[in-house]
């Protein structure tokens, strides 16, 4: 499938309520288990797209899409979130990842983006050139692969008591 | 983490909300593409879900607590959805499953289930004797499982275009 614009904002839009629907009034426990060491809660995950609403993906369009000749990223601190051990509530960070999404929507959106603007690049620290296109489509997958993720973190909480039928849930052995 | 009806039953009952509000208003592309010969799309993912309301949890729970004495469940046939080449919409799959979940979980809340209740058996056809909290506990975790196969499956459809990002997406690679 062909990147589009306007299915991506979609899905982009999706992703707060998805993540909120899921997690939001669920006891501590379901929140804050993760699967095992040097993994993530889906309450470190929720800190981790706050983060990326903050500094990776709008941020990277603008140095692409800006007046500036300089068109290196900031490297991504993809850790961030586990560094700032934070007392805020899971509901707290829902809203601010809710809030911060809506305005990148927007800016998204305000900059018009069509085929020729796809096609423009930015340099990654890793990577080198990357274009516009795959950046804006890394964040939708890069979305899913969160959601993803916070169901196979929530459903390993019970992968003792499934007994047998482990056998055909294929999602309690994925790895991290 | 131990089984706990109440928890279980807060899940299951999120899961129609969480899978609408992430597949509703895509273009049909999004919906029907799978991950290639025998697999499902999002589309077919759904079908199956109504069919394991219609005849798999809640049918095998009653199998678990009724007066009868054989407690030999009914086979579930996985791919029943396939069978039935459907032309209904995405929209009234999705309400289907809504409806049929709420009644599933006020059969559920009527049966007054407690940890006495929760070992009671059934024969499932494979594995022999299984617990309610077994089937319960699978129930929640199946759920989990197919939120988790629809966003690997329409992550995938950006397989090409996320680039060289490919590398840090795990998701992309997971298989069916």
Redesign the interface.
């Known amino acids: 499938?062909?990147?589009n614009i306007t299915?991506s904002i979609?899905?982009l839009t999706?992703t707060p309520?998805?993540i909120s629907?899921?997690l939001k009034?669920?006891?501590e426990?379901?929140i804050k288990?993760n699967e095992g060491v040097d993994t993530w809660s889906p309450y470190d995950v929720v800190g981790h797209l706050i983060h990326g609403e903050k500094t990776d993906w709008i941020p990277r369009a603008l140095i692409i899409l800006g007046e500036n000749e300089d068109k290196a990223f900031v490297p991504f601190d993809?850790f961030a979130q586990l560094k700032n051990s934070s007392s805020r509530t899971l509901k707290q960070l829902l809203a601010e990842f809710e809030e911060l999404r809506t305005e990148n929507i927007q800016k998204l959106q305000a900059l018009s983006i069509d085929e020729q603007t796809l096609e423009r690049k930015g340099i990654?620290p890793e990577?080198g050139e990357?274009?516009l296109?795959?950046l804006l489509?890394?964040w939708?997958?890069?979305d899913?692969?969160h959601?993803?993720q916070i169901?196979?973190v929530?459903?390993k909480?019970?992968k003792i008591?499934?007994?047998?039928?482990t056998k055909?849930?294929?999602?309690?052995r994925?790895k991290k």
Chains 1, 2 share one sequence.
Do not use: C
């Open positions: 499938m062909e990147f299915e979609q899905i999706k309520s998805v629907n899921l009034d669920l006891p426990t379901w288990t993809r990654h990577f990357v274009t296109k795959q489509a890394t939708v997958v890069h899913l692969g959601i993803n169901t196979r929530m459903a909480n019970y008591e499934v007994g047998p039928w055909y849930l294929a999602i309690l994925d």
